[in-house]
C-alpha cells in the first residue's frame, strides 16, 4: 500500500446522514413483546465506503438509530488514518546458530544415505 493514494471518508454526523441507507427491522433475542412488534433494529449502510453497521441494544428506533451512527463514524475514523510501515526485524544470533546447527544435522543423515566406497568395492 505503499504507492496508492488513502481515500478519506467524511465523519461530520450531518454528511455522514445524507450518505447512508437507513434499514429498520424487528431485533430478536430476549425482551418479550415489546421488542417482536416493533421494528427497533437499525441497520446504516455507508454507501461510499460499503461498510454496514446495525444497532440492537435499546427498546427505541431513535436510541439505536443515535447508536448506530456514532459507530459508523468510530469506524470511518479508523479507516481514515494512515497505516503504519512494517518495520522488520534483525534476525537474532541465536536464531542463526540455531539454523546452522539443523543444516549440519541435515547434511551429517545425507552423508549416512551415501553408500560408503567399501561398499560398492564389494559388489564388483
Do not use: C
Not at 9 to 38: A, H
Not at 66 to 84: C, D, H, S, T, V
Not at 86 to 98: G, H, L, N, Y
Amino acid at each position: 500500500m505503499i504507492g496508492l493514494p488513502h481515500k478519506k471518508y467524511d465523519t461530520d454526523p450531518e454528511i455522514l446522514k445524507k450518505q447512508v441507507t437507513v434499514e429498520t427491522y424487528r431485533s430478536g433475542g430476549p425482551g418479550g413483546q415489546r421488542k417482536n412488534k416493533v421494528e427497533t433494529a437499525v441497520r446504516l449502510k455507508h454507501l461510499p465506503s460499503g461498510l454496514t453497521v446495525i444497532a440492537t441494544e435499546h427498546r427505541f428506533q431513535a436510541e439505536n438509530r443515535k447508536l448506530a451512527l456514532e459507530r459508523l463514524r468510530a469506524r470511518l475514523i479508523k479507516l481514515n488514518q494512515p497505516r503504519r510501515r512494517r518495520i522488520p526485524t534483525s534476525v537474532s544470533m541465536k536464531d542463526i546458530e540455531k539454523r546452522i546447527e539443523e543444516k549440519k544435522i541435515r547434511s551429517k543423515k545425507k552423508r549416512l544415505r551415501q553408500k560408503s566406497k567399501k561398499a560398492l568395492e564389494e559388489w564388483n
